[in-house]
């Protein structure tokens, strides 16, 4: 299962996302994930932040940067750097606590930032709701629908395998109770930045950063346009139309 972004214009260069990426490959190259691992009937240590940055495999590590690009760094442009890096570990540490609350007696290693991402995509969820994605599972494929419709697609999927992996005694060894944990609190810091006005905020430096002086943005992709009235337009960015007027705008 894959979800992609069609188009999500971006304000800033996402510095913390391509470290994490470049820091977490590092560290699937050259660190012990036994070492680094988090067992949940075990003393919580320093292991529920480490293990964030540490993957089982290669294809566990592609996955997760993939996820953590594609949606990152718009949650990044709109957040901040250094606030973004904090959220990001906290996301994680709070998925690990919710799966240890939940598996209170596994032994099984925890590993990935799996958890943490589940929460930039919950975050995505709240903020840009409107984005043009596609959604692909092994066999079928769905294009041009919002992201919350493929974001909760994604989420029903993990309830279902979550589901079966607390049916089986033995798990799944994938920790889909992490990725639920994690997309509900991304989903709650999405509304606390709405209601302290980082969207707005961030809408405010893509208009500055325009030369024209009356500029809209995109109501689907975020990408300014440079127009000269009110009045129906449409963005050969993400192929959305939208209105805009005095009072907002709006797709069509």
Known sequence: MLITENANYRHRFPIVTVLLIITM????????VIDLAFVPSQEISLSVIASIFTHSSIVHYIVNMLYLYIFGDN?????????????????????????MLIHLNSDHPVVGASGAISGILGMYYVLFPNVKTSFYIKWASIEEIPASIS???????????SALELYLLNGLGIAFTAHISGFLVGMLFGYIFLKLGFLDRHEERIRQSSSSSLTVICPSCNTPKNVKKYGKYFCLACKSEFYFDKYGKKLL
């Open 25 to 32: 490959g590092l560290i699937l190259g050259f660190g012990n």
């Open 75 to 99: 949650v990044e442009d709109v957040a901040g750097h250094a606030l973004y890096l904090i959220i990001f570990i906290v996301l994680g540490v709070i998925a690990n606590l919710l799966y």
């Open 151 to 161: 974001l909760l697609l994604w989420f029903g999927i993990q309830l279902m395998m």
